[in-house]
């Protein structure tokens, strides 16, 4: 299924010092400011091993937690901060005193509007894909949430990654393993942050936080995993049934990821849509070939034609979808890829003659021995059939080394309050955009995200 894995960039971010700038200054000692230092390190780290789709995932897994359970970690200590209350006015006040009570209710309407000031210290930005703009927010949970997808799109690109430039043939059990267990990854993620993460975010319509647009990268990456497995089945001649029954699960997957994202109005989204329906059809068409052939092998002819001419149908109308998802998708492709263009792939022509075969066969046995009328509606679908699970994602434990150092977050400013602070901030870093492809070169696979 080469070039068939569906691409989107990583989320594009800018560089973040969290050991300069306002949230240091929390760090009243040399040890509480080397943890700043070593979260700052392990962000940049975790970058590098993103823009890269070459190496194991177990090398991308190692970086990510250990930013995330740094970053965590923090969020758990510095989430335990309150600010004193406002004093209250006193007519003994001195004029000295009242004007530092002036300052002080100053600093809490700042508060009121940044929040806790030990999570909004830093900007953090990210590219929204589906908006195709830069969003920023002074948050924390932003922060993570949008690692996190990245981390899953990471596992789709590493997955075409493997798909383009894969292993000599001898290895490729090996490879199809390693893609199946990208793609399942990926579903995971998505998964979590539909039940974790929207919860706590404002939902907002469009973005690459809508849900339907989550719902439908956890559908499609599922069904991604699972297309190996009855590529598998066809390849090694397994029953009719089971893979009619693997096929129409696919089919449903991709149906239901484009129903989703069916009233999305942006490019990605129709993009997206595109795709899923163009997939849908095409297994559509597919477990319509191996049902009617298992329907043959039972002598009942008559069904097994109906899905014969079902399939053909289905199978012309996937190319049609296929060209469009190809049209939409060219301002996007990358001119080093070396998979196939989905119109191209051999498959089609594969279950092309396929069906031509065992539809004339069955006609030609309808004809002598059985009399069976072709029926007007199809045959009842098969019952779905999932070999595989999709993957568990789990965020790791929030690392304790934040509890060994002390920080006093009062020392934090607000924006505006300290100007060294805010230029060593650098909230006006930019963000670069991301290519789609991974691009091979000299053994170096890398993707610019910051």
Not at 182 to 211: C, I, Q, W
Not at 422 to 445: Q, Y
Request: glycine share 4%; charged share 25%.
């Amino acid at each position: 299924m080469s070039s068939w894995l569906c691409r989107e960039p990583l989320k594009a971010t800018s560089d973040i010092n969290f050991a300069r700038g306002r949230g240091v200054k929390a760090a009243t000692t040399e040890a509480a400011r080397e943890q700043f230092r070593l979260l700052t390190q392990a962000r940049a780290e975790l970058i590098a091993r993103l823009a890269q789709f070459e190496h194991s995932a177990s090398d991308t897994d190692e970086a990510f937690n250990e930013y995330i359970s740094l970053l965590t970690g923090f969020i758990a200590v510095a989430e335990s901060y309150q600010a004193p209350p406002t004093p209250e006015e006193d007519s003994e006040m001195s004029e000295e005193e009242r004007k530092k009570l002036e300052k002080s209710r100053a600093v809490y309407k700042l508060l009121k509007k940044d929040g806790n000031p030990a999570l909004s210290f830093v900007t953090f930005k990210f590219k929204d894909n589906v908006q195709e703009k830069v969003v920023e927010h002074a948050s924390f949970d932003f922060e993570l949430a949008n690692m996190i997808m990245n981390y899953g799109l990471w596992h789709m690109k590493h997955a075409a990654y493997l798909e383009d430039f894969s292993a000599p043939e001898e290895e490729r059990m090996d490879v199809a393993k390693s893609i199946m267990d990208s793609m399942k990854m990926a579903t995971g993620v998505f998964n979590y942050l539909l039940e974790n993460h929207l919860r706590a975010m404002e939902y907002k319509p469009n973005t690459d936080f809508d849900e339907r647009i989550l719902r439908a990268r956890a559908n499609q990456c599922f069904a991604e995993a699972l297309e190996g497995i009855v590529e598998r089945a066809r390849t090694l001649g397994h029953q009719p049934s089971l893979i009619s029954k693997i096929a129409y699960d696919l089919h449903v997957r991709f149906r239901d990821a484009a129903d989703e994202l069916r009233s999305m109005s942006t490019p990605l989204g129709r993009r997206l849509h595109k795709y899923m329906s163009f997939k849908a059809t095409f297994y559509q068409g597919y477990y319509l070939t191996y049902q009617g052939m298992d329907l043959q092998q039972t002598q009942k002819s008559g069904d097994a034609i109906r899905c014969f001419e079902d399939a053909q149908r289905a199978l012309a109308s996937a190319r049609e979808l296929a060209q469009r998802y190809a049209d939409a998708s060219k301002a996007y492709a990358s001119a080093a890829s070396s998979g196939i263009p989905p119109t191209d792939h051999p498959v089609f022509g594969i279950l092309s003659k396929l069906i031509h075969k065992t539809k004339a066969k069955a006609e030609q046995e309808n004809t002598i021995l059985h009399f069976q009328k072709i029926p007007a509606t199809p045959p009842t679908e098969p019952v779905r059939e999932c070999p595989i699970q999709p993957g568990v994602f789990q965020l790791p434990e929030p690392s304790s080394a934040w509890t060994a150092v002390k920080l006093d977050f009062s020392k934090i400013p607000f924006r505006g309050q300290d100007a060294a602070a805010d230029k060593d901030a650098r909230d006006t870093s930019p963000v670069k955009p991301t290519p789609f492809d991974p691009v091979r070169s000299r053994g170096n696979n890398t993707c610019v995200i910051s």
